[in-house]
């Protein structure tokens, strides 16, 4: 099983009833185990400002919990000063970029995994300065 790191979108999709084939595709992986999927915990902090548009503040935590128990999503988190710091470089380098997203990317260079995103600004600013980087894009379903 490899292991994957998941945005923001990812996760809110995880919560749809019809998300694109090719983002079902990864949902149908991550459900029978095939990934093992990661996400960091700034992802949550995003996570939670978006359920809070549609939902009740209140099952909030109810249904983040029960989503990352459901799929098995390890959340890690952002101890390492140097991490940060290489963020904040990164997110220099790429003014659009936001802080989440770079500390995203950050923690998959760091342990050598691909970043699976919705977010198309995200891989055309990382690619177009490191294009080596391991990022999968998924068309956002709302």
Request: net charge positive; glycine share 4%; aromatic share 8%.
């Amino acid at each position: 099983m490899s292991e994957i790191l998941i945005d923001t979108g990812i996760i809110l999709n995880l919560l749809t009833q019809n998300p694109p084939t090719k983002l079902k595709n990864l949902i149908n992986n991550i459900e029978n185990q095939k990934y093992k999927a990661t996400t960091i915990q700034p992802v949550i902090l995003e996570v939670s400002r978006w359920l809070l548009k549609t939902n009740k503040k209140i099952e909030i935590s109810q249904i983040i919990y029960s989503l990352l128990s459901s799929y098995h999503i390890s959340v890690y988190p952002i101890t390492d000063l140097n991490q940060f710091i290489s963020g904040g470089i990164i997110r220099h380098q790429i003014p659009h970029l936001s802080t989440v997203d770079a500390l995203l990317y950050v923690f998959a260079k760091d342990r050598d995994i691909s970043i699976h995103t919705t977010d198309k600004s995200m891989v055309d600013g990382i690619k177009g300065i490191f294009p080596k980087s391991k990022l999968h894009f998924y068309r956002y379903s709302k």
